[in-house]
């Protein structure tokens, strides 16, 4: 692939990156913001002591929000842009909308489902601040390991392929992959800092408010950027153009 295209793709990449960030944007502000308010409030009820509020909640939760929904989103698919360049072609015969819905559901997977089942999302109320350090270096060593197994599973189907055929070699390359991770979540420390009293109902839909927004982000990534990709690589073409009819009847003659 020349340099032309890997350069057209990441600036589609990263458009697509900020139209999914759009999407995802109104999910986390519609699930994902009145349970943060709620975890607040559980937060000022259970505690006397309050820091000086450098940002403001109604600033943290419309342009804070919208900030950083934005630049995650633009960074992700740019860096997307680029893995869909190195993978198409690499990992089957796909066109360019199914590789870039294979990426990403890959991506979905890789770089948030595996490290959000070992170390779940909490609202800002739970947590020793203390810790926050170690925790935020175990979630990311975990997204980390996550996305080279994912990598290391996609070269072993590939080698694979030839002796078991490519199902087989999928199913086995899923199942290294699986144990892999099942390794990772067994010698990986556990944390669990939730207050004994803290609302598992709260709990719950915090946590699937993020997936959803994880979901959102990642399935709108795949289909905007697959459109964009398949429109740059496989562009559809020209029509004839249809002569008039006076035209006609004058070459007739």
């Known amino acids: ?13 990263m458009l697509a990156g900020l139209a999914a960030g759009l999407i995802a944007l109104v999910v986390a502000y519609l699930l994902g913001e009145p349970r943060v308010d709620a975890a607040i409030a559980y937060e000022d009820a259970h505690t006397t002591e309050h820091g000086m509020e450098l940002v403001s909640r109604s600033l943290q939760s419309t342009a804070g929000l919208a900030t950083g929904v934005l630049v995650y989103g633009v960074a992700l698919g740019g860096i997307a842009g680029l893995a869909f360049c190195f993978a198409l072609g690499r990992v089957g015969r796909f066109t360019p909308r199914a590789t870039a819905a294979l990426l990403a559901g890959t991506a979905l997977v ?7 089942l070992k170390y779940p999302a909490n609202p800002p ?3 020793d601040p203390e810790t926050i350090g170690k925790r935020t270096t175990l979630y990311f060593l975990m997204m980390a390991l996550s996305v080279l ?11 694979l392929a030839p002796r078991l055929g490519t199902w087989w070699a999928t199913v086995a390359a899923v199942a290294a992959f699986a144990v892999a991770v099942g390794l990772a979540y067994a010698f990986l420390p556990a944390i669990n800092e939730v207050p004994e ?3 598992a109902t709260l709990l719950w839909q915090f946590r699937v408010a993020a997936l959803s927004i994880q979901l ?3 399935a709108s990534f795949g289909l905007l950027f697959g459109h964009l990709a398949e429109r740059l690589l ?4 020209a029509r004839p153009a249809v002569a008039e009819p006076a035209a006609e009847a ?4």
């Open 149 to 159: 197994l994912s990598v290391a599973a996609v070269i072993l189907g590939k080698r």
């Open 250 to 253: 004058a070459a007739a003659h």
């Open 1 to 13: 692939m020349n340099s032309v295209s890997v350069r057209s793709l990441l600036v589609r990449g």
């Open 234 to 237: 496989n562009p559809a073409p």
């Open 110 to 116: 890789a770089v948030y489902l595996v490290p959000f």
């Open 197 to 199: 009293d803290f609302p």
């Open 216 to 218: 959102t982000f990642w």
């Open 125 to 127: 109320s739970v947590g």
